[in-house]
Structure formats: structure tokens, C-alpha cells
């Protein structure tokens, strides 16, 4: 187990291992970072009960000059799917590598 910025990092054998340990942590507000092969793959959060909003949720990434949220609100109408007939092309595609 790494410890830094209040993360702990451990690989996906060690995770599996220790999982109830790894949780216990979790609950007591530390992230687990899960690697393989050295590499950051996901993250293991607790979970937000008060629902915050998506903008306090990315706060931490704002502050660290991570991310930059849009200037403006979208608002572009999507129009509903068009109804053709024959297969979709996800199932297309799924019988094509069989």
C-alpha cells in the first residue's frame, strides 16, 4: 500500500486479497487507486450520500487546474432515434466477429 494525497494505491492481485481491509478505508474517507502493471486503472470512492451537484463533485479537479468546466450551457436539442427496419448495427457488428 502507497500512501499519498490521502490515496492509497494497490495492484488488482493485493485488492483482491485485502478487499474488506481496502474498504475499510474507503468508509473512513480515503480513495484506493487500483493499478495494473504500475498503471492507474480506476478508483475506488466513497460514496457521496448528500448527492452533490456535478460542479462540487469536479470542484477538487477545477482547483487543481485539471479540468475546465464549459463557459455556457449547451442546450442542443436531441432528436429521438429514427426507427429502421432490419438489425441494428451493434448486432450486425457482434455477428461479424463470431
Known amino acids: ?7 492509497l494505491s494497490a495492484g488488482i492481485k493485493k485488492l ?10 474507503v468508509k473512513e474517507g480515503e480513495d484506493v487507486l487500483i493499478t495494473e502493471r504500475g498503471k492507474a486503472i480506476a478508483r ?3 460514496e457521496d450520500h448528500k448527492k452533490t451537484s456535478i460542479k462540487q463533485a469536479l470542484n477538487p479537479l477545477i482547483l487543481k487546474g485539471i479540468i475546465t468546466l464549459p463557459s455556457r450551457q449547451l442546450n442542443i436539442d ?8 432490419g438489425k441494428p448495427v ?8 463470431r
Open 1 to 7: 500500500m502507497l500512501k499519498g494525497d490521502n490515496m
Open 16 to 25: 483482491k486479497n485485502n478487499l474488506s481491509r481496502y474498504l475499510s478505508r
Open 44 to 46: 475506488i470512492i466513497q
Open 78 to 85: 436531441i432528436p429521438d432515434p429514427i426507427e429502421l427496419p
Open 90 to 97: 451493434s448486432e450486425m457488428v457482434i455477428e461479424d466477429r
